[in-house]
């Protein structure tokens, strides 16, 4: 079964910089695109960064250009996302996901999800 485990959320003050971690398991890495999406409550979840397997670069939201960057290692079988600069708005849950379908970074591309980890930025 494929299986992911976010980690490396907390509280941050503006500013300030967090890595999160999505440990993986269950599936070829290499061959399944990854992802990283965040939800607030009442809102949709929506895409952060995605690395596809493809060819290309990698996908940011224009809200993070520049600030957030998404990384994996292959051997160990997790992927990253090294946040900077961090705004009260990038407050939200933060999710990773993965799938075998390379399709883009859309929330409904990617069918296997972990569960979430909460970044908090505070003022």
């Known amino acids: 079964d494929v299986q992911l485990q976010a980690s490396g959320g907390g509280l941050v003050q503006s500013g300030g910089s967090l890595r999160l971690s999505c440990a993986t398991s269950?599936?070829?890495?290499?061959?399944?695109?990854l992802g990283w999406f965040r939800q607030v409550p009442g809102k949709e979840r929506e895409a952060v960064s995605c690395?596809?397997?493809?060819?290309?670069?990698?996908y940011y939201a224009d809200s993070v250009k520049g600030r957030f960057t998404i990384s994996e290692d292959r051997t160990k079988k997790v992927m990253y996302l090294q946040m900077n600069s961090l705004k009260p708005e990038d407050t939200a849950v933060y999710y990773c996901?993965?799938?075998?379908?390379?399709?883009?970074?859309?929330?409904?591309?990617?069918?296997?999800w972990g569960r979430g980890t909460l970044v908090t930025v505070s003022s």
């Open positions: 269950g599936f070829t890495f290499d061959e399944y695109a």
């Open positions: 690395l596809g397997r493809s060819g290309g670069k990698a």
């Open positions: 996901a993965t799938d075998l379908r390379n399709y883009g970074c859309y929330v409904t591309w990617f069918g296997n």
